[in-house]
């Protein structure tokens, strides 16, 4: 099956802890992105990667990470989480470089709690 | 740059009433937009998409919209609404081209009374 899979689903932790939140598509897709949910305000993207070895900053980068080694996995890391970065998460794939008409495929989210 | 804003935050209806969620967009480039639909603790879907073809587009569930470039407006449409449609529903736009960024609108939140 197609899908898009983030781990944890929830997380309770606390300031200043490191944390990773891991994304998995299995569908080759070349795109893939960060978002974060907030109530009021939609989704606003984090950080996008067109490749492997490829991102850039959305609009909201601020104090988060990414890495794209492999096409596969995306993960997204908070060096020293703080209580603003308490949010829904999502995680979501596409399957076409450069172009921007192809919709994106969206993990179930990871709801984070930082204390 | 570019843009999206959803006129309603919230959207009540009456089962069997039509629906209609509004978007405006803007972009200083050809457009591909999207709504997506959340239900609750979910992720989202995507309803449909335009992408420079017809201009009205038909989705999934009964839902359709139509791009209108002079109005800049790209209003989620359905005749008749169900129990199953209250969610969340996103309006998107991304550059065709280039695909560099993607903006969300901050949503509307459709209620249907029975």
């Known amino acids: 099956e197609a899908q898009v899979t983030q781990n944890p689903r929830y997380l309770i932790t606390v300031t200043g802890k490191k944390l990773t939140v891991t994304c998995s598509q299995n569908?080759?897709?070349?795109?893939m992105s960060w978002y974060r949910q907030d109530p009021g305000l939609g989704l606003r993207q984090i950080y996008y990667?067109?490749?492997?070895?490829?991102?850039d900053k959305g609009d909201v980068p601020e104090g988060y990470k990414v890495s794209r080694k492999e096409k596969r996995n995306f993960p997204l890391i908070l060096e020293s989480p703080s209580p603003n970065q308490t949010s829904l998460y999502f995680c979501?794939?596409?399957?076409?470089?450069?172009?921007?008409?192809?919709?994106?495929?969206f993990g179930d989210g990871t709801r984070l709690s930082i204390l | 740059a570019q843009s999206v804003t959803q006129l309603d935050s919230h959207v009540s209806v009456s089962e069997g009433t039509p629906v209609l969620l509004r978007c405006n967009y803007s972009?200083?480039?050809?457009?591909?937009l999207f709504w997506y639909v959340q239900h609750p603790n979910k992720g989202l879907q995507l309803l449909l998409k335009?992408?420079?073809?017809?201009?009205l587009v038909k989705g999934i569930n009964g839902f359709e919209a139509e791009f209108k470039k002079s109005e800049t407006s790209f209003h989620l449409t359905k005749p008749s609404a169900h129990m199953s449609d209250a969610a969340e529903y996103f309006c998107?736009?991304?550059?065709?081209?280039?695909?560099?960024?993607?903006?969300f609108g901050t949503g509307t939140k459709l209620q249907v009374i029975p």
């Open positions: 979501a794939s596409s399957p076409t470089l450069g172009q921007g008409n192809q919709p994106q495929h």
């Open positions: 569908m080759n897709h070349e795109y």
């Open positions: 990667s067109m490749n492997v070895e490829v991102t």
């Open positions: 972009s200083s480039y050809s457009p591909s």
């Open positions: 335009y992408t420079s073809a017809a201009t």
């Open positions: 998107v736009v991304s550059d065709r081209t280039s695909y560099q960024k993607v903006t």
